[in-house]
């Protein structure tokens, strides 16, 4: 049955009591999120890392489950394009070397799946956005592989490039992601070396080894500029990540740093960076470079690059092959506690 409030002279100072009373309750709940807010970017700004229990804003939690869940996801789905050449690397060196990077990949992809959650996210439904199609992964794993001189192209340029990216975000406020990025590059350096020596040799070999090592760098260079991401303008969040810390440095100042670390690297191994544009500028102490095809970027990012339906086909397959170990796991895991409890 409802009440009706009848205001008497008696219980009128009751009710405005109780009223001023609510409207306090409810500014301070304002203020406290904004002070909240405030307190936050205060730690961030005196470089205190962020940890799992900490309060942090929603938009900062989701920021990184789409960056770190991304990030998983690159680890994983780049294990294809390199996972297809174990078998036919040229010797057994080469095949033991490589099969450890594509390893070393997996973990990455396991460390960063862990870090998304300690955020509350749940692993399997961020894999299932992969799968679904749904969850981004990084534009250049999905381009092809035909030679073993891409083997060497993706270790030198694919893993120069993320080391690139990576490095700052070993300082990245949030103090898991950041851990696993110190391992993260560790590793990557590894691969590099590894993918610069593979396209060293084959640059200094037969005149159709020098090719192939050619061939790799121009399908290979374009896409690894890609990988950086948009041009700052363009980047949606880039400055709210710079604010935060999660980002230390923009998209096109990585570029920057990469095309300036790599050009006289091609130069030593006497390959040409397929880019008519390329010069040096003696004032800015950077190499300039042409125009980046970003109708091709986005062509790939949204689904229609050459391998993305081959990628997830993949991934999907992957996860059902796998179901009945999982299952197995898990029966095994009852009957043992079931026995425990008898
Ligand atoms: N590909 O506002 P922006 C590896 C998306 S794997 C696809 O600049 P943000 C390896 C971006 O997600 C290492 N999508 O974004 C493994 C956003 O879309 P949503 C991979 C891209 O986050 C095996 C939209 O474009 N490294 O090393 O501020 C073998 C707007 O961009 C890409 C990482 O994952 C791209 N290339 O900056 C060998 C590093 N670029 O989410 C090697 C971690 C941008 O709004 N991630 N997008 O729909 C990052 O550092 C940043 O997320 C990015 C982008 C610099 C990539």
């Known amino acids: 049955m409802a009440k009706i409030i009848i205001f008497t002279e008696q219980n009128q100072y009751f009710y405005v009591y109780i009223f001023i ?13 904004v002070e909240l807010e405030n307190r936050f970017q205060e730690k961030v700004d005196a ?25 998983a996801h690159s680890e994983v789905v780049g294990m294809l394009p390199e996972g297809n050449w174990i078998t036919r690397a040229p010797n057994l060196r080469r095949k033991a070397v490589l099969l450890a990077k594509v390893q070393d990949e997996a973990g990455h992809g396991l460390y960063l799946y862990s870090a998304v959650e300690t955020l509350g996210a749940d692993r399997e439904s961020t894999i299932d956005d992969l799968h ?9 794993f999905n381009y092809p592989t035909p030679t073993w001189a891409d083997m060497g192209a993706i270790g030198w340029l694919v893993d120069g490039a993320a080391i690139m990216n990576q490095v700052p975000l070993c300082r990245c406020s949030y103090g898991p992601y950041a851990r696993a990025m110190v391992r993260v590059c560790k590793e990557e350096s590894f691969h590099q070396r590894q993918g610069f020596e593979i396209i060293t040799v084959l640059a200094q070999g037969t005149p159709e080894q020098k090719a192939m090592a050619q061939d790799a760098l121009n399908r290979f260079w374009w896409p690894a500029l890609m990988m950086f991401g948009p041009n700052d303008d363009e980047s949606k969040h880039s400055k709210q990540s710079m604010k935060w810390k999660i980002k230390r440095l923009s998209n096109d100042d990585l570029r920057q740093q990469f095309v300036d670390v790599t050009v006289p690297q091609a130069e030593l191994i006497g390959l040409t960076i397929p880019d008519p544009d390329l010069k040096w500028n003696k004032e800015t102490g950077h190499y300039e470079f042409g125009a980046i095809n970003w109708d091709e970027f986005w062509q790939v990012v949204e689904g229609n690059g050459p391998c993305n339906h081959d990628r997830i086909k993949a ?5 059902e092959n796998g179901m009945w170990v999982r299952e197995a796991a898990l029966a095994h895991a009852e009957k043992r506690a079931a026995r425990k409890t008898a």
């Not at 900062?60 to 960056?67: E, G, K, M, N």
């Not at 991934?315 to 996860?319: G, L, P, V, Y």
């Open 132 to 140: 679904s199609g749904k969850a981004k992964y990084s534009s250049i």
């Open 315 to 319: 991934r999907r397959e992957a996860k």
């Open 47 to 71: 470089e205190v890392r962020i940890e799992p229990n900490d309060w942090m804003p929603e938009e900062y939690r989701r920021t990184l489950i789409r960056q770190i869940s991304q990030h």
């Open 21 to 33: 009373a609510l409207l306090k309750l409810k500014n301070m709940k304002e203020i406290s999120l």
